[in-house]
């Protein structure tokens, strides 16, 4: 990180989203080693032998190769201070995607070369697309053998409706990777590859002419890709790349740190500028108003050496100054902020300024939830980021009646995270909840989090329910005395009628049409985007 990059320079917030294995934590790694935020690629968190390095607070995620945990790089680039928010890359943790894209100006959307469209880009795709969110895409591997590009082209046109407008042409096929056609200039960019992709790749940049002498039919075959596409209209349209219709498309390899500097480039040019962001009463909370942020992720336990809660926040507006007393807009209840750090992986370092687009780890802030708001000055309430319909269930119950205490304690803190939606109801009493979740691997987490943060083991029951429906108070006496179907309640008010399948909720929906049973969010996301502003 550098010195002082928390003045008011131009900020840049954005995400990379992947299917597992497209090279997310490469390109992480690459930016980070472009930026100098580090020395050498790898130290972030790595594969391998180098996950020694990786961000330590669970020993599944190094032993499951996924990362639960989400970190906010910071950085500066070209006059630019550029936040990269790390999202998980496990499709079960689909939910805390969705909320770190809440808190986000633009996504990178990763594409590994050979494999193309892969299920899980698909539905993050849909979620961008959910929350108005510009995508840049980079197709990766270029290194490796891989599909034709404008085959790749054509399939994202296809399958997700966005025009593709690359922004670089490769210049070699997938896997003889010598470097790009600049759209832009009609300039080549040639790379050059350094031992294990290991420290920057230096770029050459020479002239069309210069190219064609050098590369002969490898030019020309990239310059006509490029004059293909300039016939077809497939050049960059801001106002259109703005509003989702298209995305930029460059070509990279992470590993050798191919195109990486053409992408910060492309990030601090075309990634829009914090916005502010609509309240739940629908003005704007414009960036040059009093301070405000939203809260995005709550985690504790990231880090052996600090068993502390951290909430992550987005600021909206304002600036932020450690120390400043802000109010906590849910309960109305001041709080300071003495402790606030920039987490990135096992790195912390304190935060002493923030401004819009930036993100803050508050420490230990009490009673602060995902999708709460803090502010000072003029009062603010964003609305909050819904819960996904949970499509597995199943009770948790203390292994050691002993330890109940501690228990209670955990299942409180894991659901105030939201690792797992924790259900109640007075029939099955506060000794067994139920753990609610959209993938089942964050009941993994939660179990793996009981023992080994709360010294309270548990044994799960799975359930045999699918759905989820909200219910009307009004309606919760009947539904509770229909067969087949359990009532529960959400921390967050929320009724729940537990359906052990479509079929169960089609005969209900049938036989009883007063009865008022609204879809919740799915994974899939129908939910109502919430912010940015845009
Ligand atoms: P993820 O975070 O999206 O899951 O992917 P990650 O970066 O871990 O990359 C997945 C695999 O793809 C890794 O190989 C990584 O080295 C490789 N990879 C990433 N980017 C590129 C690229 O541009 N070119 C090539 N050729 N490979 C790339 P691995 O064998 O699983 O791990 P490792 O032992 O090599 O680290």
């Not at 079960?92 to 892969?118: H, K, Q």
């Not at 200039?185 to 064609?212: C, D, I």
């Not at 985690?299 to 600036?319: E, I, K, T, Y």
């Not at 044994?459 to 009532?487: F, T």
Request: hydrophobic share 40%.
């Amino acid at each position: 990180m550098s010195d002082s990059p928390h003045d008011a320079r131009p900020r840049r917030t954005f995400a990379v989203i992947s299917h597992p294995d497209a090279g997310k934590s490469t390109l992480t790694e690459a930016l980070a080693l472009h930026a100098q935020v580090i020395s050498e690629a790898g130290a972030v968190h790595g594969k391998g032998d180098r996950r020694a390095t990786v961000s330590d607070w669970m020993d599944m995620e190094r032993e499951r190769g996924i990362s639960v945990s989400s970190t906010a790089l910071q950085f500066e680039h070209d006059g630019h201070v550029v936040n990269l928010v790390d999202t998980p890359g496990h499709a079960d943790f689909s939910e805390d995607t969705y909320r770190v894209l809440s808190a986000v100006d633009a996504a990178v959307m990763l594409v590994d070369a050979a494999r193309g469209l892969e299920p899980q880009t698909l539905k993050l795709f849909r979620v961008c697309a959910h929350r108005g969110l510009p995508v840049i895409t980079v197709i990766n591997k270029w290194d490796r053998p891989g599909r034709d590009p404008l085959d790749l082209l054509d399939e994202i046109e296809q399958r997700i409706g966005l025009r593709p407008t690359p922004l670089t042409w490769p210049v070699g096929q997938a896997g003889d990777f010598h470097g790009v056609l600049d759209r832009r200039t009609g300039e080549y960019v040639a790379y050059t590859r350094t031992a294990g992709g290991a420290t920057r790749a230096p770029e050459t940049r020479m002239s069309a002419g210069s190219a064609h002498d050098l590369l002969g039919p490898t030019w020309d075959e990239a310059v006509e890709g490029h004059e293909l596409l300039g016939a077809d209209g497939a050049d960059h349209d801001h106002a259109a790349f703005l509003a989702g219709r298209t995305t930029p498309v460059l070509f990279a390899s992470a590993l050798l740190n191919f195109g990486v500097a053409e992408l910060l480039r492309t990030l601090v040019e075309l990634a829009p500028a914090p916005e502010g962001a609509h309240a739940e009463d629908g003005t704007l909370r414009a960036p040059t108003d009093d301070f405000s942020a939203f809260v995005f992720k709550v985690q504790a336990g990231m880090d052996r050496a600090h068993r502390d809660r951290l909430a992550f926040a987005r600021v909206v507006s304002g600036v932020f100054r450690r120390g400043m007393v802000v109010t906590h807009a849910q309960t109305d209840r001041p709080f300071a902020t003495k402790y606030a750090h920039a987490v990135f992986g096992r790195r912390r370092d304190a935060v002493e300024v923030a401004h819009p687009g930036d993100v803050i780890g508050l420490v230990n802030a009490g009673s602060v939830r995902v999708g709460d708001t803090i502010y000072a000055g003029r009062p603010v309430r964003f609305p909050g980021i819904p819960s996904f319909a949970p499509e597995h269930f199943a009770t948790a119950r203390a292994t050691d009646s002993g330890r109940y205490k501690q228990f209670r304690r955990g299942i409180e803190q894991l659901d105030q995270e939201g690792v797992v939606q924790v259900l109640r109801s007075e029939l099955r009493g506060e000794h067994e909840p139920v753990l609610a979740a959209v993938g089942p691997m964050q009941f993994e987490v939660a179990a793996a989090r009981m023992e080994a943060e709360f010294g309270a083991p548990i044994r799960l029951d799975p359930l045999g329910y699918q759905l989820a429906r909200a219910v009307d108070e009004a309606d919760l006496a009947e539904v509770a005395a229909l067969s087949g179907v359990e009532v529960l309640h959400r921390s967050d008010g929320v009724h729940l009628a537990l359906f052990p399948d479509r079929w169960r909720l089609g005969a209900v929906e049938r036989m009883h049409p007063h009865l008022d049973l609204r879809p919740l969010p799915a994974s899939d996301l129908d939910a109502e985007p919430t912010r940015p502003a845009r």
